[in-house]
């Protein structure tokens, strides 16, 4: 994506980080916004009242924030339920709603967002996060349709478990880390560079005939289980 600009909204995700390198190295423009300090503005997008300015045009949007609040579905308290869902889809909802003007005045635009495996497959204990998921991957495929005929592409990616603080405390251990590899058909968690190429991918012109799609990035672990 040379000669564009690209709202990257959770950039201090490991994830985020590596795809932003991939596309500043390609000259696409970005406007990056994180809850930390160091990117473009400092955003809170569940708590902040309002939000930053946005380019006339975007040619691309990626929503990273996300959360893991694993745990028996009876210790999954309402709050839980709110907060994941605020995070995950209220959130996404609202940059859209912001940003939908913009990736319109664009000749060709993409949405990504960012799943999970387990809103497509049953894993215990992934209740909460696996309901706001699925709300992810139902908003972005109703608006691949809606927004098709204006030239906007509406994404997901769905992971697996990748090495990021994110997933720190499900590999924070030699036994915890081997027992995850081992899960995992081809061998390994996922990188923070195995989803950002994914994420790469759905933004770019390759793509440019793709939209309404999940694509799974799981070592074939959504297949096995
Ligand atoms: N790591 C995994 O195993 C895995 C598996 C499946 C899906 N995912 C998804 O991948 C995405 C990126 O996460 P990551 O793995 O790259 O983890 P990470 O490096 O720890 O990044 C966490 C991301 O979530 C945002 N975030 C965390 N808590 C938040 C809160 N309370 N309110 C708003 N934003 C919050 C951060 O935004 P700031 O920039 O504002 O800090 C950042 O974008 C998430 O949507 C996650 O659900 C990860």
Redesign the pocket.
């Known amino acids: 994506m040379t000669d564009s600009t690209v709202l990257v909204?959770?950039?201090?995700?490991?994830?985020?980080q590596d795809l932003s390198t991939r596309l500043g190295d390609r000259g696409t423009r970005l406007v990056q916004?994180?809850?930390?300090e160091g990117?473009d503005a400092v955003?809170?997008?569940?708590a902040d009242e309002s939000l930053p300015d946005l380019p006339e045009t975007l040619e691309g949007l990626v929503?990273?924030?996300?959360?893991?609040e694993l745990a028996p579905f009876p210790r999954l308290d309402m709050g839980t339920f709110r907060?994941d869902w605020e995070?995950?889809v209220g959130?996404l909802v609202r940059v859209l709603h912001h940003a939908i003007g913009s990736l319109q005045k664009s000749e060709a635009a993409s949405v990504v967002g960012?799943?999970?495996?387990?809103a497509g497959h049953g894993l215990g204990f992934h209740a909460s996060?696996a309901a706001a998921?699925a709300g992810v991957e139902g908003l972005m495929r109703t608006l691949a349709a809606e927004y098709a005929p204006r030239g906007v592409r509406f994404n997901c990616v769905?992971?697996?478990?990748?090495?990021?603080?994110?997933?720190s405390g499900?590999i924070d251990s030699d036994a915890k880390r081997k027992r995850m590899d081992d899960r995992h058909p081809l061998g390994r968690?996922?990188r923070?560079r195995d989803?950002a190429a994914a994420i790469d991918y759905l933004l770019s012109d390759d793509a440019s005939w793709v939209t309404g799609q999940v694509l799974a990035v799981d070592s074939g672990y959504g297949i096995c289980h």
């Open positions: 909204v959770g950039a201090g995700s490991a994830i985020a916004w994180s809850r930390q990117f955003v809170d997008v569940v929503y990273f924030p996300g959360t893991i907060r995070i995950n959130g960012v799943s999970t495996v387990a996060i998921k769905a992971p697996s478990l990748t090495e990021t603080p994110l997933a499900l968690i996922g923070p989803v």
